[in-house]
């Protein structure tokens, strides 16, 4: 990969494309497409239609313009970035789950690690779709004010 990162993009963008089908109307869900990464929690979020309905909204749109945003995504974990993350000067809050299986916590602590000025918000036995149950709460840290309070 490090040789040729846009064929490791392109690869990895491959194994994105059964979600387009997944996430159609009349395709078998955000459920089934993820049951082998799906955390208890996960699981759980997945029984709420109105939940599953607004994923799926959310995924249909993000593969609109096809995989290779997601390809991409997967090479910046595993490459080196080109992006000096010390050069980074705005706040970014992170938020992760104990048990998120897609983007484990090892990964949220390593940006916070390397980003100057991030919060990591860990959230104890939460998996990935956390995020859509409190993503109310989510945007209100973002536009708090006062971040420290």
Known sequence: MPADPAAAAARFAAG???????????????????????SPRDSELMKDP????????????GLRAGTSGGGWDNVSWLGTWDVDLSAIRCPVLLWYGTDDRFAPLPLGRWLAENLPDARLVIRKGEGHF???EHL???????????PAS
């Not at 994105?16 to 990464?37: M, N, S, W």
């Not at 939940?51 to 749109?61: F, I, K, P």
């Open 130 to 132: 956390g995020i859509m």
């Open 50 to 61: 109105r939940l599953v309905s607004a994923l799926t909204a959310t995924m249909r749109e």
């Open 136 to 146: 109310g709460e989510m945007l209100d840290a973002l536009t708090d004010p006062d």
């Open 16 to 38: 994105f494309e059964p979600l387009i089908g997944a996430v159609a109307p009349g395709g078998q869900g955000p459920a089934v497409a993820f049951a082998d990464l799906l």
